[in-house]
């Protein structure tokens, strides 16, 4: 291939996880249709949802956010696979494109359309401004992101709402389609529903993503080993780490870890320095509801307003046949810094592990962090911490130096690993 052409069949790497295909050409359809879409319904920005509406007062009437939506815009380069769509016609190149299409998907459930997942609508929207110099500025903007937070909550309500399972049906780009369940074999037999009712029983899409397990289909390993640590969602493993800083340059290419960032200067912070993290991303797909990894109980959570779509300013355009842009996938370390987050500390049960911490991280989309435990709760090995609604999702495990946790060799990184399983060890002290 001669320098500065772009294969569009090639798979792109930074689309783990099966949130955005890794084929870019079905990225380009699905964004075609959609503008498609946007133009037949010729609605005016004075026809737009009162959120949508908002938003845009908020670049209109603010200079500097003003700039960067024009710039992130302008930044993007004019050349294979940035500039046309396989029409022909430009990408989204302006903001009130970006908000006509908004409007749009902020009043529909994700469909399972060409035999994959557009699991990140907004995401695919702002795929390359994303990488860009502006657009980092801006969506790292407290008030851009306050915006965000306001559009997602109109859409999770419609996501909560009975007219989101128009999508829950066995028609073409349903979730109970033989294409969509050739992505998800035995589904009846895994997760509890109900094939005969309507929508198989679910009542929402936001029902349907947190589905449940049947019992049983989890078993916890060694429940009551408190030597063994288990994992906490089902999950793929993006990196594990030792002798965690307590700041450090978590915008790097390599994505240090930054602890008092992560854990946003918490008082209990401080015993993690020096420890360990084992992180772990869930797939469109996955299981999205989290689980205790040790019996212990629990001592205090936190809920933590973040960015949605900043990404690490070392993954943006750097080559010439292809792109390293917009991707939540290859910033997860770097997001664990910034992005919307709970943290809940658990004091295990078992001394020589004592405090530790579970930190749920939001990537994109609605990105909701929903803990279901409080301070003071006895947890056991597998019992619910909380849920991920709708929107891409990481998670870390956090000891400290003390701990001398031991991860297992059966998994090392891009593994996936089911709910349950014994991922580590911790030994007992010498005496």
Known sequence: MSPGRYDRTRPVRHRVGGWLPKDQRVLEAWLDRKIKAIEQRNRKAADWHPVIQEFQHLIESDAEIWMGFHQMFEQVPLKPPYNNDPTGKPQVRNYL?????????????????????????????????????AGFTAFVNPKVNAMFHKMFNVWSAYLESPASTAVLTSDPGGWFSPEAQSAMPNFAETFVCDPSAPHWGFQSWDNFFTRLFRPGVRPVELPDNDSIVNSACESTVYKIAHKIKKRDQFWLKDEPYSLFHMLNNDPLAEQFIGGSIWQA?????????????????????????????????????????????????????????????????????????????FVAVGMAEVSTCEVTVKPGDIV????????????????????????????????????????????????????
Not at 329 to 347: D, G, K, P
């Open 281 to 357: 991303f869930l797939s469109a797909l996955n299981y999205h509801r989290w689980a205790s990894p040790v019996n212990g109980k629990i001592v205090k959570t936190v809920n933590i307003p973040g960015t949605y779509y900043a990404e690490s300013p070392a993954m943006g355009f750097v080559n010439e046949e292809g792109p390293d842009p917009a991707a939540p996938n290859l910033s997860q370390s770097f997001i664990t810094a910034i992005a919307a987050r709970a943290l809940i500390f658990i004091e295990a049960n078992n001394p020589t592990i004592g405090l530790m911490c």
């Open 380 to 431: 056991k090995k597998g019992e619910q911490l909380g849920m991920f609604h709708f929107g891409g999702s990481t998670h870390c495990l956090i000891f400290r130096p003390e701990t001398n946790i031991q991860f297992s060799g059966d998994f090392p990184v891009h593994t996936p690993v089911k709910l349950n399983v014994a991922i580590a060890t911790v030994p007992s002290p010498a005496r």
């Open 97 to 133: 494109v970006m908000l006509g299409l908004f409007d749009l998907i902020i009043s529909e459930a994700p469909a399972y359309e060409d035999d994959d997942l557009v699991g990140f609508p907004i995401n695919a929207i702002l795929d390359w401004p994303m990488g860009t110099p």
